[in-house]
């Protein structure tokens, strides 16, 4: 087993309201010769990600956490306090849980007997107005094989009129799909929580002011512009290669 995670912690001034960004590239093989001593050691130093390759049942309250698995990936195995289902989703998809008045869950790497499994994934905890503090726990399940595609549009070049790249939306798919959940339950009443526990989702969300995550692949020497009110919060994360930015205010460059 081998990889790396590399945790930035967030909040503080220009970051509200992101609490937490960690980047996790990890491969587990059934063959490694070191994978079951660096497991016992983990173990013995008190490591409970290492020993059983995840983490346990732990609580968490008060935010949104989004765990987005990227495309080609093995998954996450997930259970909860919530009483859905047992799931494992993999690239191209992810989850987000509100986890409100608080909810216990459980994440652990895919692994294989029979093969290596390789999992790369973000996870961003966003948190929550005070108005939103306590609302109850829920998760909805968004992209590839659930019943919320992604909202993405392609980058194109305006000179060339070529496409140099890709949007995947995060935030407006979550908004989207929690608008439709209120408009099917014909409620809006922040005192009720119907009993929902489908395929991709169990409880009833209350929207938030929209927070937007996107997933941007952009090709070399290509650019992409894209609106943030002054009064916002704005942070990239480059997951490969390099990137020059530059904010524009009016006539005045950032």
Do not use: C
């Amino acid at each position: 087993a081998g990889g790396r995670v590399i945790p930035i912690s967030l909040g503080g001034a220009g970051q509200d309201p992101f609490l937490l960004l960690a980047h996790h590239d990890h491969w587990f093989d059934p063959k490694d010769p070191l994978r079951q001593p660096f497991k016992a050691v983990g173990k013995v130093l008190g490591l409970p990600y290492v020993d059983v390759e995840g983490f346990k049942m732990h609580p968490h309250r008060g935010f949104d956490i989004w765990t987005y698995v990227l495309d080609g990936s093995d998954g996450f195995r997930h259970r909860d306090s919530l009483g859905g289902d047992p799931r494992t989703y993999r690239g191209g998809s992810a989850q987000w849980m509100r986890t409100g008045s608080g909810v216990l869950h459980e994440e652990f790497w895919e692994t294989d007997p029979n093969r290596r499994t390789n999992i790369e994934l973000f996870q961003l905890w966003v948190n929550l107005p005070a108005t939103h503090k306590f609302d109850r726990p829920a998760i909805r399940y968004l992209g590839k094989e659930t019943d919320a595609e992604w909202l993405q549009h392609d980058i194109v070049d305006p000179t060339s009129n070529l496409k140099v790249g890709t949007v995947r939306n995060l935030g407006a798919t979550l908004d989207r799909a929690i608008a439709s959940q209120q408009e099917a339950t014909q409620t809006d009443n922040d005192d009720v929580n119907e009993n929902i526990n489908t395929k991709d989702t169990v409880g009833k969300a209350r929207q938030r002011p929209l927070v937007q995550i996107m997933h941007v692949s952009i090709d070399a020497g290509a650019r992409w512009t894209v609106d943030a009110p002054l009064d916002h919060s704005a942070l990239v994360y480059v997951r490969k290669g390099s990137a020059n930015l530059r904010g524009v205010a009016g006539d005045k460059v950032l």
